[in-house]
């Protein structure tokens, strides 16, 4: 009743029409987005003479384009779930300490901290990845070698810094703030009430965090995590400057092999014709639509835990 | 099983805040011990006092001594956490886990304690049910959520998930106050039959349920608003409702009886 | 059933594996803020030294990657400049969408709809963005590579953070104000302007600081959009620009030490820009948080 005495007063119409057609642009964006990405990818995926999807290579400014997809996804895929399987740990870990166990009055600072991981460019890390951890993890890298070897990942003749584990590495230092933020906003959310009524069962902290903070958190660090893989995906610049860029697929991953989507794009850039372009373009819409469904199914777990904590409260 | 607590010059904070003040009391075991007074005055925080439950709020703390038969329960080499094992609670508002099926409420604070087998898990979980007066309603039901009971099954689900434990003390802060007056009698009702085996602590607001199920009653009250909240007095149930020693006392029952 | 007397301690298997957990989340913690000691310390260390006058005042023409000295000047001015027109572009379409989201769109379909995909865009890769204005801006309608084409990539990211971050900032606006401005008779578009949005301002800025803070140090989408240069171009409207993680990428990737060196006091620049900004919206916020009025 309000409502409609409100749309009928003057000057509100203007108003009302601007903020619903920003709403419209932030949609037409997304979806201009998809299109425009195909439009430019279509001639490039003509012109090549192999299959886009399972092809290895990648030589869209030979005279005979030949490029796929097939090993910058595989590199994409293996690098983005080891950081995932890397940070997600830890970063519930760190959610836990800021949640749970760090006093109370540092709690909050010590969570700036870990946002501050967020905050350094990715740039940075690529510099600080190719500079420091590269030579750094040689030493380890050969140690997982020569004692975990039979292990299929840890395997291999040959054993170099510049690795799928050190790319992993960065991104899983670049995913684990966020992975921590969320979890943490989790896990502090669960109801004391559950918690209480396990600590007056004569739980200790670990078991009482066990029966009533985890189950209540696990749909929150399930999305935390696919946001963070989804993240993992899409990093370019870091791992661009790490990974040696070759075209195979291996699970070696600590020998001289590893790529990714974005990598390339990065680096491939440069020297492009208008074919390599439109290759590169269809290399990423592939991202594009990975990122997306990746994003889409967290926000999905999301929603449904909102549901849940609505009709438990 | 059933101990005597024997509580002497117990003070509670919350940070700088002090709640209550200076209380000593006698809990008898196989009894029934009702706390009443108007809201505020600390009946909460005294109960959780007692089972070590109130220092797990940031910044809350105690002084005084409380003792479980011969023993400190704030002593320096006891573990809260084998005192909250040892002296059972049930909350205000009812808070099975969510996540579980009713059979694992009633077993969770049993899976804490060590392994048992199957069977004495079942057995427990039976005799437990039975004696929260639940067993018929759910047995057949056993592996649904326990959040899909309603709020007078829930409680006396934390009921039964609090004696599956076989504590030596059951702390009740306002059982019933979330309940219907069904629910209402049946949780009386199952309040009398456990103090064969427990010594129950209840808090209440309802002047008639501390005068049914209570033989002492203990009566809290504020010197003035903003003061620490202090015990005015204790005694048999049957003497404070009739014929208390403080005028405090007879104001504040007969001002919710008239 | 045994019959248990006085207060039984807990067993030590649990007692340890209490203590195991504690440990094991303190180490995590610990391992999360080793990896950022070490970065903010070797970009302080070998950033350092080039932080001087000529590196904040030159740029790199006529320097090649063998020569000493040089400096990032034409990439801080373009990712000043690339920043601002992204700002300009982000903020008034994110802040709108979050007053559609708030006062108009009452959870109708299309502001579900805009809402989730406000935060599926939250999701899109940098260099997806870059692309996108490489397809569209430079390759379909044939506009060149420019700053301006790097801003419209940056504003595509800072979009929905400006949307969350004001849409946050609006919700805490209180019903009573709105209401009482309603009951003097003033219509609910000059409402928003006059009453809500002032209410809400401080929050929106820092809202708007951190989504510069998180672009400022975009390389991606730069990368594709305003290419490399290491002249300095005033105009982001004309021609290849540089941007401050650009030149960086540039510089780290040039097998010179002079130029990993001038690589090192990029980053040492972004990253004091980058935290600057994080820190001041940071303060903002604590400082007008209810908690500190308490
Ligand atoms: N978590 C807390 N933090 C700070 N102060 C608290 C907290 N819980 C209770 N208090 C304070 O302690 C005092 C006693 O509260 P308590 O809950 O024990 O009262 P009560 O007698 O149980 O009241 P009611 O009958 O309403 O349940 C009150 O002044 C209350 O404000
Ligand atoms: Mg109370």
Request: net charge positive; with cysteine.
């Amino acid at each position: 009743m309000r409502r409609s005495a409100f749309r009928r007063s003057r000057g509100d119409g203007p108003f009302r029409f601007a903020s619903t057609g920003a709403g419209i642009v932030l949609l037409a964006i997304m979806a201009a987005i998809g299109v425009f990405l195909v439009v430019k990818a279509v001639p490039a995926l003509q012109a090549n003479t192999s299959h886009f999807l399972t092809e290895l290579t990648w030589q869209p400014n030979a005279t005979e384009p030949v490029f796929g997809i097939g090993a910058l996804a595989f590199g994409t895929v293996l690098s983005s779930l080891l950081a995932l399987v890397i940070a997600t740990p830890v970063a519930v870990g760190v959610a836990l300490f800021i949640s749970h166990y760090a006093p109370r009055r540092l709690a909050s600072a010590l969570g700036y901290v870990v946002d501050l991981l967020a905050a350094v460019p990715s740039v940075v890390y690529g510099l600080w990845g190719v500079t420091f951890l590269v030579p750094f993890m040689l030493g380890p890298s050969k140690f997982l070698n020569d004692y975990l070897g039979w292990i299929p990942l840890f395997g291999g003749d040959t054993v170099v810094g510049r690795s799928m584990l050190t790319a992993s590495l960065v991104l899983a230092i670049m995913i684990l703030p966020i992975i921590a933020a969320i979890s943490r906003e989790v896990f502090l959310q669960a109801p004391k009430m559950q918690e209480e009524a396990a600590l007056a069962l004569g739980a200790t902290r670990w078991e009482m965090i066990r029966m009533s903070v985890l189950p209540f958190g696990r749909p929150g660090v399930i999305s935390a995590a696919m946001l963070g893989l989804g993240r993992a995906m899409g990093e370019t610049i870091a791992v661009a400057l790490i990974f040696p860029a070759t075209f195979n697929i291996s699970f070696k991953i600590l020998g001289p092999y590893g790529n990714s989507i974005a990598a390339n794009i990065a680096n491939g850039f440069g020297e492009a014709t208008e074919v390599g372009r439109g290759a590169l373009i269809a290399s990423g819409l592939i991202l594009f639509l990975i990122t997306l469904l990746v994003n889409m199914a967290a926000r999905f777990v999301i929603a449904r835990r909102k549901e849940y904590a609505r009709a438990a409260a | 099983m059933a101990k005597q607590i024997e509580v002497a010059g117990l003070d509670a904070y919350y940070g700088t805040h002090k709640a209550i003040e200076g209380i000593s009391m006698t809990i008898e075991p196989r009894s029934v011990t009702a706390f009443i007074g108007p809201s505020g005055c600390g009946k909460s925080t005294f109960l959780r006092t007692l089972n070590r439950m109130h220092e797990v709020i940031p910044g809350a703390r105690v002084e005084g001594k409380v003792r479980l038969e011969d023993q400190d329960l704030y002593g320096a080499d006891v573990d809260p956490v084998s005192v909250r094992r040892t002296i059972g609670m049930v909350f205000q508002r009812p808070n099975p886990f969510p996540t579980m099926s009713i059979f694992d409420n009633v077993a969770a604070g049993l899976r804490l304690n060590g392994r048992h087998s199957r069977s004495q898990l079942d057995g427990i979980v039976e005799e437990s049910l039975k004696g929260a007066n639940l067993w018929n309603e759910v047995k057949d039901r056993l592996n649904k959520p326990g959040a899909g009971l309603s709020g007078g099954q829930q409680q006396r689900l934390c009921i039964a998930r609090a004696i599956a434990v076989r504590p030596q003390v059951l702390l009740m802060d306002e059982p019933c106050s979330a309940l219907d007056p069904i629910s209402t009698l049946a949780i009386e009702d199952l309040i009398s039959q456990l103090k064969q085996d427990y010594t129950i602590v209840i808090v209440t607001h309802n002047m008639q349920q501390a005068a049914r199920v209570s033989d002492k009653t203990a009566f809290f009250n504020l010197a003035a608003q903003g003061q620490p909240g202090k015990l005015v007095e204790m005694d048999e149930t049957s003497k404070i409702f009739t014929n208390p020693a403080e005028k405090a006392t007879e104001d504040y029952i007969t001002g919710r009886f008239g | 059933m045994t019959v248990q007397t006085g207060i039984q301690p807990i067993s030590s298997a649990r007692r340890a594996k209490d203590r195991l957990v504690q440990v094991l989340v303190y180490l995590a913690f610990a391992l999360a803020v080793i990896p950022l000691l070490s970065v903010l310390w070797l970009v302080v260390k070998n950033g350092i030294g080039r932080l001087d006058m000529e590196f904040l005042t030159h740029s790199m023409r006529n320097i090649g990657a063998r020569d000493a000295g040089g400096g990032a000047y034409h990439a801080i001015i373009g990712t000043l400049e690339q920043v601002l027109l992204a700002s300009l572009i982000a903020v008034p379409i994110g802040l709108l969408t979050a007053v559609y989201l708030v006062e108009y769109g009452e959870g109708g379909r299309l502001s579900r709809t805009i809402s989730f995909f406000v935060d599926v865009m939250t999701g899109v890769p940098s260099v997806v963005s870059g692309l996108f204005v490489l397809a569209f801006w430079i390759l379909v309608l044939g506009m060149p590579f420019s700053g301006f084409a790097g801003a419209l990539a940056l504003s595509i990211l800072m979009m929905p953070v400006v949307v969350r971050s004001a849409e946050e900032m609006l919700r805490l606006v209180p019903r009573e104000l709105r209401e009482a401005s309603y009951a003097l008779g003033v219509p609910k578009w000059r409402t928003i302007v006059k009453v809500v949005l002032p209410t809400a301002f401080t929050g929106i800025v820092t809202g708007v600081m951190l989504a510069v803070a998180r672009v400022a140090g975009e390389t991606a989408p730069l990368l594709l959009t305003v290419f490399v240069t290491d002249s300095i171009n005033n105009d982001p409207f004309n021609g290849p620009q540089m941007g401050l993680p650009l030149y960086v990428f540039d510089q780290a990737g040039r097998p010179t030490d002079t130029a990993v060196d001038r690589a090192w006091t990029g980053a040492l620049t972004l990253i004091l820009i980058v935290m600057l900004l994080n820190l001041v919206a940071r303060l903002i916020t604590w400082w007008r948080s209810p908690a500190r009025r308490r």
